[in-house]
Nanobody, 124 residues
Framework: QVQLVESGGGLVQAGGSLRLSCAAS????????MGWFRQAPGKEREFVAA????????YYADSVKGRFTISRDTAKNTVYLLLNSLKSEDTAIYYC?????????????????WGQGTQVTVSS
């Protein structure tokens, strides 16, 4: 059974930082690209960042480029999202996802497995 478990969310002031983690189990981690998405209240789930299976390439939404960093640790079967310079508009539930196919990393529907999400709240 595949499980993706996010952690690291919380309440932070604007300008602050958080590091989200997503621990994967039940799958061969190195075969999967990993992504982070988020969903704010009343809005659709949107792409945030993705990293290829090898970790050699990363992709970011324009709204987080230069502020967020995605990385992965194969030994720990974990993907991370470092959130810096947080803004109130970053407030959302952040979801981790895994996909087998090595293309279309920004498209939500292409992901095979999803975590339950972790709440990030940025106070202004």
């Amino acid at each position: 059974q595949v499980q993706l478990v996010e952690s690291g969310g919380g309440l932070v002031q604007a300008g602050g930082s958080l590091r989200l983690s997503c621990a994967a189990s039940g799958l061969t981690f190195i075969r999967y690209a990993m992504g982070w998405f988020r969903q704010a209240p009343g809005k659709e789930r949107e792409f945030v960042a993705a990293i290829t299976r090898s970790g050699s390439r990363t992709y970011y939404a324009d709204s987080v480029k230069g502020r967020f960093t995605i990385s992965r640790d194969t030994a720990k079967n974990t993907v991370y999202l470092l959130l810096n310079s947080l803004k109130s508009e970053d407030t959302a539930i952040y979801y981790c996802a895994a996909k087998l196919a090595p293309y279309d990393y920004t498209r939500l529907l292409n992901y095979d497995y999803w975590g339950q999400g972790t709440q990030v709240t940025v106070s202004s």
